[in-house]
């Protein structure tokens, strides 16, 4: 409970999660915003995953979804090599 208002564990346990975050705001023409949300769409992901992960990308870090999908790839490799045994 938040401020004597009821909030469900879910979304409480996300805001805390998210406390690491930190926020960036930046000033962009409207016409390249408008490209940019016509590729977000096209893409299926939020301006917020596609801008970071461009961050990240350009910083030489793998994004979030990179990592995780490599975690998994080396996960079922273990597994092929432990049962080929």
Do not use: W
Request: glycine share 4%; hydrophobic share 30%.
């Amino acid at each position: 409970m938040y401020f004597g208002i009821f909030i469900p564990r879910y979304i409480a346990t996300t805001f805390e999660m998210s406390k690491k975050e930190k926020q960036l705001h930046i000033r962009i023409d409207e016409q390249l915003y408008k490209k940019l949300k016509v590729k977000c769409v096209y893409k299926d992901t939020s301006i917020q995953e596609y801008v970071a992960n461009l961050i990240s990308e350009g910083l030489g870090e793998y994004s979030a979804n990179e990592l995780s999908k490599k975690r998994t790839i080396r996960k079922r490799a273990s597994k092929r090599s432990g049962m080929e045994e």
